[in-house]
């Protein structure tokens, strides 16, 4: 955390700013609950049910281990208490030799302790460090474990992290019967009031229950018991996830699965699978439906955004079938439309995107995929041809079909603009609100492209539900506006800058290359204001700066008639369970959250730049007319005279500014 105090000097009036660097140390799991989203999704659903697949992947890295063969989840949905039980080696109970407490509870509180740094209790596994199952006993306000091994059932408990009840020994067991039971309630001051998801607990654990076909899998729904087991891998999983309106054109699935492992960043295949070997799982189906549905897990893990593994495997589908279409142009899109792929990477070094795991980043897995995806699938295509010859003709249909929208779409589009004005003559980077009326529409002209898309999605709408504000993004820096002086050739050429371009078409007030303001008329503009938005940093200054020249030279009448604003972002955010407020400094919004009557631990963010913000958030500090700040450029043609110097090639001026001459 960062602390700043601010004091005037008393001579100058200038801040002097004393910079306090403060440094916490956190014991146990204290910065999980600090930070919680550093270690799930968020505090939302997602978190809240990430917290449960956490305990599930460990009974599931227990199955791929050979030590487990049931997994069971229950959900108390009206006291949304979770137990997840399972029949695997269980916890160790003894003392710990390093901390001299039970390992049970050293599993459940500190980060730096598990079984899954070494690769000796799992040779493939979803958790690389043992985090997962901390995260959820720090972001649960009650937890319970009970554990059995070696003939004896033991349970401690816990609190947000902390030990409540130590281990103890509860009773006796038959020497056979191991596993492990966790029962918790997440914490509402993390999770707010989300609530479970039955659904999601459903297609989660069928989802496993596929790519497990050797583990019995149960869900009870408050009290009520339902068998998820599957014997069908893959192949069955597809065909459950069949759309209603979608049907088949190939008999069954393709499948294959291929078994081995990793030598000099090449997958080596085993002729027969082996207790610690990595292997490549998948079932290809090809439907008349609509676009292609990837479904990719990573030792067990569904990881929802693909990753390498999808990208060597599209490359290898897409490869093989431009083998048998003898038309340019069409592309791997094509190809895809209507397929539907289930794979299952496991891997002894996984290396995903985030704790959340939602993508796979290993560079090695592409080549993976692509070799044996490109081996299997081809032997079946060329035994297939019939299959093959539809799945081509329905691609090349599918890129004509395309290029004929693309003509016809580009006609009308052209004669609709000719008769009513529509976008004619506007720059095709502008994000347009045409619906709208000109006294009421707004032109963002923001820095970047990222920042664009952000403000585009975060755009706020009048009384009549249309759009009224425009984006336009620039593309780096546009050139100083003021060095060109009065040489008409080099006016022109500035002139011929795509950014400045666009600032002018997108007005449409034009503008004077001779004498500042003369042919600028405000009453033909297209727009009401024109807010310039960029980052709160040196660049994003040094173009707002740049910016602020080119109108006072070119559009000063715009300026002259209040048009010209720029918008303020906050530098900081501070959120907390059921709130967040905004900020310019550290003080200001702790005084924000106090004022709206909150004393806890806040979260404070220092915001990045507007393409690194949340459109939400760009929306409410920027955007939205009741809660932004803008600031209106007023100047008359003395300031405009001396801003024009300042920005000039004469460094004198400059330098007589600063006190150097």
Known sequence: MVDREDSACPECGYYLIETVYVVEAMEGVEHIRARPSMYIPDTGKEGLHHIVWELVDNAVDEHMAGHCNALSVELDSKKQLVTVTDDGRGIPVEKHPQTGKPTIEGIFTRTMMGGKFGKQAYAISGGLHGVGAKATCALSDRMEVETVRKGFRYRVEFCRGSVTKSTKKVGKAKREHTGTSVTFHPDKDIFGRNVYDADRFRERLTAIAYLCPGLTVRLTING????????????????????????????????FRVYGEFKDRKFVPHQKRRSDSEAIDVAIWWTDGDGEGWWSWVNMIPVKDGGTHVTGAKRAITRILSGYCDTDGVSGDDFREGLRVAVHVMLKEPHFEGQAKNRLNNPECAGMADTTFTKHFARWAAVNGDVVEALVSRAEALYKARKAYKAAKSVATQTAYADKGGRKGLPPVLATALRCKPEERELFIVEGASAGGNAVRGRNRNTNGHLFQEVLPLKGKPPNPVRSGEDLNRIAKLFNNAEYENIVRS????????????????????????????????????????????FLRFLYPLVEQGMLWVALPPLF?????????????????????????????????????????????????????????????????????????????????????????
């Not at 998820?228 to 393709?254: F, H, N």
């Not at 967040?580 to 963010?605: N, S």
């Open 224 to 255: 009520k018991v339902t068998d998820l087991t599957s014997r069908d891998g893959l192949a069955g999983y597809l065909q459950s996830r069949l759309g209603r309106k979608e049907e088949a054109v190939m008999e069954e699935p393709v499948t």
């Open 507 to 550: 007005i449409g007030a034009g503008h004077d290359l001779t004498q500042a303001g003369e042919a600028c008329e405000p009453s033909k503009s297209r727009v009401a204001k024109v807010i310039i938005m960029a980052d709160a940093d040196a660049d994003g200054g040094h173009i707002g700066t740049l910016l602020l020249a080119f």
């Open 573 to 661: 955010t501070a959120k907390w369970p059921k709130g967040r407020v905004f900020g310019d400094t550290l003080e200001e919004v702790k005084k924000a959250a106090a004022a709206k009557g909150y004393r806890g631990k806040l979260t404070i963010t220092r915001l990045k730049g507007l393409g690194e913000m949340q459109p939400v958030e760009l929306a409410m500090t920027s955007m939205e007319p009741t809660t932004r700040r803008l600031v209106r450029i007023e100047a008359d043609r003395e300031s405009v005279k001396y801003i024009m110097d300042l920005l000039g090639s004469e460094v004198s001026v400059r330098k007589d500014l600063l006190g150097l001459l």
